[in-house]
């Protein structure tokens, strides 16, 4: 079993930065892959940005340029820096992680943009 615990959303105005972060404990494997989705009010869950432990990235098109993804692998932690943020941001972000073939969702952090 693996936990993830997500932290850093909040009420940010158009044009602001956030950080998030997420913690994994429990059962970690050594190669695994760490990546954020969001949900916004009415919509289906979408991908954000992905991290292997080799260092791999990738991003959604709508957030290249703006987000980044980071991971402290001594830390298990995976962040999700957000800069330059327009309100189609607001979501519910999820961390997400894979490893041995088995996937775990956190419960996601809320981050609300206004206009």
């Known amino acids: 079993q693996v936990q993830l615990v997500e932290s850093g959303g909040g ?3 158009a044009g602001g930065s956030l950080r ?5 404990s429990g059962s970690i494997s050594s190669i695994n892959t760490m990546s954020w989705y969001r949900q916004a009010p009415e919509k289906q869950r979408e991908f954000v ?7 791999t990235t990738n991003y959604a098109d709508s ?22 943020l ?3 941001d607001t979501a519910v972000y999820y961390c997400h992680y894979v490893g041995r073939a088995m996937g775990y969702w956190g419960k996601g952090t809320l981050v609300t943009v206004s206009s």
């Open 11 to 13: 009420l940010v105005q």
């Open 20 to 24: 998030l972060s997420c913690v994994a």
């Open 49 to 55: 940005a992905v991290r292997t432990s080799g260092g």
């Open 63 to 84: 957030v290249k340029g703006r987000f980044t993804i980071s991971r402290d692998n001594a830390k298990n932690t995976v962040y999700l820096q957000m800069n330059s």
């Open 86 to 88: 327009k309100p189609e």
